[in-house]
């Protein structure tokens, strides 16, 4: 997958960023090219090497049609992760979000939203919970074309 600059693209540990330059740099005698993506969220620069792409899951930001998958997966009435006690929850949720896919940030998001309902989260489930809150904000405000705000509410409505 290749980017321009001033391409979108969803870094699945750090969220919605834009290609703001790509550069060569030299790295143990070789010239690699780093796509340099400016992260909306937080500021934060990030360099992510052109040829790792793949394997980091660097990707564009996700369709309108897909970001109504997304809205229904925060509906669904199951839960994807059973575990018991919280810290193996916590390490399989991290792995969903490591996925970069939106359709698992969602899952984290509705298992761990409802989740605090019934019992108290750990520190750690807390910023699990606040980490795929902010990554489906931001992408999902860019794949409808709205603001975060009315995303960040139709997600507090579907999530109660």
């Given at each position: 997958m290749e980017f321009k600059i001033g391409d979108k693209a969803v870094h699945p540990a750090h969220?919605?960023?834009e290609v703001t330059a790509i550069e060569k740099k030299s790295i143990a005698g070789t010239d690699?090219?780093?796509y340099i993506l400016k992260i909306a969220d937080t500021g934060m620069t990030v360099m992510v090497?052109?040829?790792?792409?793949?394997?980091?899951?660097l990707?564009?930001?996700i369709s309108k049609r897909e970001a109504?998958?997304?809205m229904r997966e925060l509906?669904?009435?199951?839960v994807a992760v059973t575990s018991q006690p919280w810290n193996r929850r916590y390490?399989?949720?991290?792995?969903?979000?490591?996925?970069?896919?939106p359709i698992e940030v969602a899952r984290v998001l509705r298992d761990l939203s409802r989740l605090r309902s019934d019992k108290e989260l750990s520190f750690g489930e807390r910023r699990l919970l606040e980490q795929a809150r902010n990554l489906l904000v931001a992408e999902l405000a860019l794949a409808k074309?709205?603001?975060e705000a009315k995303v960040a509410k139709d997600i507090d409505k579907i999530l109660g």
């Amino acid at each position: 997958m290749e980017f321009k600059i001033g391409d979108k693209a969803v870094h699945p540990a750090h969220g919605v960023g834009e290609v703001t330059a790509i550069e060569k740099k030299s790295i143990a005698g070789t010239d690699k090219r780093f796509y340099i993506l400016k992260i909306a969220d937080t500021g934060m620069t990030v360099m992510v090497p052109t040829d790792g792409v793949e394997r980091l899951g660097l990707r564009t930001v996700i369709s309108k049609r897909e970001a109504g998958k997304v809205m229904r997966e925060l509906k669904k009435d199951e839960v994807a992760v059973t575990s018991q006690p919280w810290n193996r929850r916590y390490r399989e949720y991290t792995e969903m979000l490591k996925s970069g896919s939106p359709i698992e940030v969602a899952r984290v998001l509705r298992d761990l939203s409802r989740l605090r309902s019934d019992k108290e989260l750990s520190f750690g489930e807390r910023r699990l919970l606040e980490q795929a809150r902010n990554l489906l904000v931001a992408e999902l405000a860019l794949a409808k074309e709205v603001d975060e705000a009315k995303v960040a509410k139709d997600i507090d409505k579907i999530l109660g």
